[in-house]
């Protein structure tokens, strides 16, 4: 018997696999989430540098998604393995390092917690299957860019562009939907919030958004097809729209301060993974247009 048939005879054994699966994936996202920005920074300089044949830089110490061990950012204290248990060790420690004794950030355990919960979603809504396994790797990484461009505002290349393609590739097979529709999503993805852009740009003189977001979409209608496109979009406008009115009228944000479109785009993405049909068969039911 195989590991997927097993999976699949025990639907509570597939569920507290995903869960924890999800929790030890999720605290290698807040490793990425707060790493990678930082290494593109590094990189974008040194090109920048090496374009204005100004002189090297000095050689720093090597930073990277393995080294350096993750420590504390307040006394430097280097985190063990009995530290590092997702979500357990915050808990035993109180919420606060073991060494100063300084608070750690709510952020760590909350994203593991969330990897684990739609890792749990992912897996009631398609099984053991090829579809999980590749639906598990699209919403680890929307979740990653949600809080890369909640911290950052940007969307980094090296997430977006192989989500894209990895799109492609699991639809060339039909694993979602057609080739066809793959194709047309991605293209049609990246052209909407391009025209959006130009859009608003030559009617405001502003740039309302980022490219991160053109290729973001473009991801989605790779995975989802391109009928997934309006019920992101929808969902990901009217959520965004909300939440900065509310943000204003509280006060808590200017009119002039940027608002991150990517997490929004992320968020409508999986609820469309995980909900899109039924989302769209309600729509029509209630239109009176599925008759």
């Known amino acids: 018997m195989s590991v997927f048939d097993l999976l699949d005879q025990s639907r509570p054994l597939l569920l507290v696999c ?4 999800g929790l030890v994936v999720g605290s290698f996202l ?5 790493r990678l920005p930082v290494m593109l920074e590094r990189a974008w300089r040194r090109d920048c540098r090496a374009f204005l044949e100004l002189p090297e830089e000095e050689a720093a110490a090597p930073f990277n998604l393995i080294v350096p061990r993750s420590h504390c950012p307040s006394c ?3 985190i063990t ?3 590092n248990i997702p979500v357990v060790s915050y808990l035993v420690l109180g919420g606060r390092c073991s060494s100063c004794r300084n608070p750690i950030a709510i952020r760590y355990p909350l994203i593991e917690a969330i990897t684990a919960a739609v890792s749990v979603l992912i897996a009631l809504q398609f099984g053991a299957s090829g579809q999980t396994a590749a639906a598990l790797l699209l919403g680890w990484s929307l979740i990653c860019l949600t809080m890369i461009d909640a911290d950052r505002q940007i969307l980094p290349d090296a997430i977006t562009l192989p989500l894209l393609w990895l799109g492609l590739v699991f639809n060339s097979q039909g694993l979602f939907v057609t080739a066809e529709s793959a194709i047309v999503g991605a293209v049609a993805g990246y052209g909407i919030l391009w025209l959006v852009y130009h859009g608003f740009r030559l009617a405001t003189g502003k740039e309302g958004m980022g490219y991160g977001d053109f290729k973001l979409l473009a991801a989605l209608g790779a995975w989802l097809g391109w009928q997934a496109l309006p019920t992101i979009v929808i969902l990901s406008s009217a959520v965004g729209a909300a939440f900065g009115i509310s943000m204003i ?3 808590k ?3 002039s301060n940027p608002i991150p479109f990517g997490p929004y785009l992320a968020v409508a993405g999986l609820i469309a993974l995980l909900w899109g049909d039924q989302i769209v068969q309600t729509y029509l039911e209630f239109a009176g247009l599925n008759r």
Not at 18 to 21: C, I
Not at 30 to 34: D, P, R, Y
């Open 18 to 21: 995903s869960a924890l699966l």
């Open 30 to 34: 807040n490793v990425v989430i707060l």
């Open 76 to 78: 430097g204290h280097q």
């Open 81 to 83: 393995a009995s530290e």
């Open 249 to 251: 009228i509280s006060g």
């Open 253 to 255: 944000l200017e009119r």
